[in-house]
């Protein structure tokens, strides 16, 4: 396995001089975040990942910037050794329409699954399935991981 | 209409209620004699919205929250947490609490996979073994006790350090503790790898191989088990790993027998692990100084749960609450491959293919279902969520 | 014999009452030895009863889409099939009730009856998990069937007879166990399989198809069913220690060898894991039939050499 600098380099690398051009970070000496311009991005640059072995799909998050920002974040972090490479893709917060990874990842169906019922977003090419985590009787539309979605319950939650 | 019936008559539904299942989930498997042509799982019962409801709690009450991820790993997942909010702190952890985290963290994994054998012995129709298993955890969970004054949820962990100190008496009842189970755990591996009618059932069933387990995303000693050299204890120190090094166990066949050889020879590394830590424990301050506020910024913090590779991703807006916690859990990682694994399988084999990654449901469901983790102040019904959801101009499904 | 006596043994002694409370008593002996291997508690000595009048008086559900007749019928035929086998066994050390020549052939035919039972009343609800478990206990009938029947007439071979009093009597002049050891292994495995008790307890498998062919029956069905393999239990114990450990003669060796089978039995439950349905097919045709039929083949020599 490949040192964990080195991942980083390759990483870097792969994003910043191939065809697409794209932006990198390093938040952190074991991290290294590539901004996505555009969805269509998505699907060769995780296959490039895959092609290098520069890790597997841990997890994919979103982000909600909130009713004002006007967009989510998906984040796709692949993990290497110590190297964690997070793929961030920001969409629009209606209709978002993402390509799956899940032909190439198969692991990603699950948390492609999870975004689309927290977050709303579509995911083109997922097989159409019911949900996998809300309640089949869940009301349509209603993404509770959105910062919207603020629930009268949740308001005693909230302390300073 | 006949041909419907038909269909429906050979799917045999597991769960979400299901003598197999320990927790609810609910897995529809297709059969055709007693051989399974299809499977499909549905999750989602044991959600707790644990991820909705730490954005409206504060740094310190979510450590306690997340310690109630997982009733069997606890401990890792408040480690986990910890770790990411102290890195985006910047806040120094004293040595000694780092120690002891790994110290809990590792008694931990002797009761989980101590917990795993009897369960999985138990689906494989071996009662004996699942009941002396059980029996010998006892030890464990009596240690863990002492050590924190909790069987489960032993709340270790504070920000910036640990609660609890290991005196000499404690360390002597660890000490005493391990001794005697590494005798039994000898004697078990020599039971999942000798015992030939147990051997019929767990070898050369549910073969995974290395580039599918790679594929998949396994994880844990679930990929471990298929030659797959990924542990975070060793990729990626964390707490006090990279002090008390792991020597990983890997194993390549990849089979049932593999997963429990895997996890057997874990318990041998905790062991030796432990007594090290004890005899290598350094001084010191359990706690070191954590802010109250975090600073802005996000973070990924990633452990080694006894079932595999937790992940955290934690993002602080600068308040006192968290703008996102994202838990991703190893057993999600896991149950891609049970769902492709089991076709070919014969229906006897299920459960124990689905046993097979030590699955963990409620670890697995978090996000929804708002209405038991506010501390009773009020039960949302869906009517009420429908209203909301109503008024919010969305539109509803009955 | 008069009907009153005829009335009594079927009745109380050694049939009806005296043979049920035995069965209760030998659950609750297979439970508690289990438990003890396994290291645990175990039941009180009254649980087993305990179970049977809490499930007497519990509602019995009768599921949308059966036969009511067999759903209700079934259990009762299943209970009914052993208690008129024990007509021919010679229980508690007396000899058996009535008896004619081939009542063994009859009295294997009476055991079997509660296994068809089961199997059929598992098809007849339309429950998923009872048609898998009724399957399956179909399949496990066919397969220790025939090896348990030829291992129980491999005494009968030696003893030129089909009566049970008879073989049980020669059986008392020898040990049949020193003669024909394999015999003896089938029959006892034959009669755990026949039971479904672990590992043989695929057709009943919790953590796969709940409780099998039994998973709609609650109430009054799921305790006759529960009573007739407590009962078949007893008396399967009986003919393996009449047939093959040297008789039945009177009831202290009645007690002490059917007890002594049970603990072998019991620890037999302990020691082995759950086999799958295909294993345990062929694990009955591959070698139980084999052993058997190597078993006769050794009698018939032998027997052949002393005449």
Redesign the interface.
Known sequence: ?MP?EKAIEIGRELAERWSWRLETRQ??P??LDVILTSPADLVPVAVALRVQRLG????V????RGPDGGTLEL?Y?F?H??A?I?LRLSVPRQGAVVPTLSDI???A???ER?IAE?FGVTFEGLRP???????D??????Y??RK??T????A????? | MQETTRSE?????IGPQ???LKEPSHFRIT?D??IVTDA?????YA?R?I???AE???WVRNLYLFERVCGICSHIHATAYCLGVE?LAGAEVPPRAQAIRVLVAELERIHSHLLWLGVA?????????F??SW?DREAIMDVLEGLTGNRVNYSANVLGGVKNDVDDAQRGAILRAIDGLEGRSYHYLDVVTT?A??L??TRGIGVMTRNQA????AVGPTARASGV?RDVRV??PYAAYDRYPVVRVVESAGDLEARFVVRMRELFECYRLIRYLLDNLPPGDLRGRMPRRIPE????S?VEAPRG?L?Y?L?SNGS??P??I?V?TPT??N??SVV?LVIGH??????MILAGIDPCFSCN?R?????EI?GG????T?D???R??RE?G????? | MDTATSLAAILVFPSGFFLLAASLAYEWVDRKLLAK????VGPRWFQPLADVVKLLAKEEVIPEGVNRFLFVGLPIVGLAAPLTAALYIPLAGLGPVFSFPGDLIVTIYLLSLLTMSIGLAGSNAVG??S??GA?RTLTQLFSYEAPFLLALLGPALVARSWQIGTIAEAAGERWFILTQPLGFLVALIGLMGKLEL??F??PE??????AGALTEYSGRGLALFRLGKDVELVLGLTLVAAFYLGGVEGPLAFFLKTLGLLLVVAGLQ??????????TVGLWWRFGVLLVLVQWGVTWLLEGAWR
């Not at chain 1, 005693?156 to 300073?160: I, L, R």
């Open positions: 396995m964990t938040p952190e074991t991290r597997y799909l841990a997890a998050t979103g982000l909600d984040l972090h993990c050794g110590a964690v997070t990842i198969p692991s169906e699950s948390s999870e927290m399935a019911g949900y996998l985590y809300l309640p009787e869940w009301p349509e539309a209603t509770p991981l919207d979605c629930p009268p319950m949740l005693g939650a909230v302390e300073s | 008559l050979f799917t045999v539904p299901h003598p197999a059969v004699g007693e499909f799982v549905r999750l989602g959600h919205g991820e909705k409801a409206s709690r504060n890195r012995a138990h689906e494989a129709g071996f009662d004996t073994l009941m002396y029996r015992d009618l147990f019929q059932r790679e594929v998949m995303g050299t990729d990626a910024g996000e973070t990924v990633r590779e992940f991703f993002k006192d609450t703008e996102r994202k991703r999600i990682c149950l891609t492709k014969q229906l006897a084999d299920v459960p469901d996000t929804v279902q708002l209405d506010t102040s009020r039960i949302w869906w009420e969520l429908r909301n959801s919010d969305h539109g509803h499904r009955d | 291997l396994q290291n645990r998923r998990f048609l898998v399957t672990p590992p307890d695929a498998a919790e953590t796969e198809v709940v302990a020691v082995l894991a759950r086999l799958r349905i295909d294993q």
